[in-house]
C-alpha cells in the first residue's frame, strides 16, 4: 500500500467554494456523517465544484469527519466537517465531468 490509501472528493458550489478554501474545511450535511466515516487523516481529497464543473485541488484530510469543527461554517448548513490542508498550490481541472465520464463508462 502506498502512503495514501485512498481519495475522496467532496462537493462545494461557487456559494460555498471560497470559505471552503479559507477555512481549510469541507463540509455536508449531519445525516451524511455516517457516509464520511471511510475519510481518515492522510487521505487525498478534491471539490468538485458542481457550478463550474470544476475539480480543485489537491488536499490532505488533517481530521477524521465530525460534527461541527467550526460550527458556524457555512451558517452552520453543512455540520458533517472534515479538516484539510492544501498540498501546493491550488490546481484546478476544468470540464471535470468529462474526466468522470471517460474513467468510468
Known amino acids: ?3 495514501f490509501e ?4 467532496m462537493l462545494c458550489t461557487s456559494t460555498t467554494e471560497k470559505e471552503s478554501l479559507e477555512r481549510k474545511l469541507f463540509g455536508d450535511r449531519a445525516w451524511r456523517l ?3 466515516r471511510e475519510i481518515k487523516t492522510g487521505d487525498i481529497g478534491l471539490l468538485f465544484n458542481l457550478s463550474r464543473n470544476e ?3 489537491i488536499f490532505r484530510a488533517l481530521s477524521e469527519p465530525q460534527l461541527d469543527i467550526e460550527p458556524d ?4 448548513q453543512f455540520p458533517a466537517q472534515v479538516r484539510v490542508e492544501l498540498i501546493g498550490e491550488v490546481q484546478r481541472i476544468t470540464n471535470a465531468t468529462s474526466i468522470f465520464k471517460k474513467n468510468w463508462t
Not at 73 to 76: C, E, H, L, N, R
Request: charged share 10%; aromatic share 18%; proline share 0%.
Open 1 to 3: 500500500m502506498t502512503e
Open 6 to 9: 485512498k481519495c475522496f472528493i
Open 34 to 36: 455516517q457516509y464520511l
Open 55 to 57: 475539480l480543485i485541488g
Open 73 to 76: 461554517a457555512w451558517g452552520g
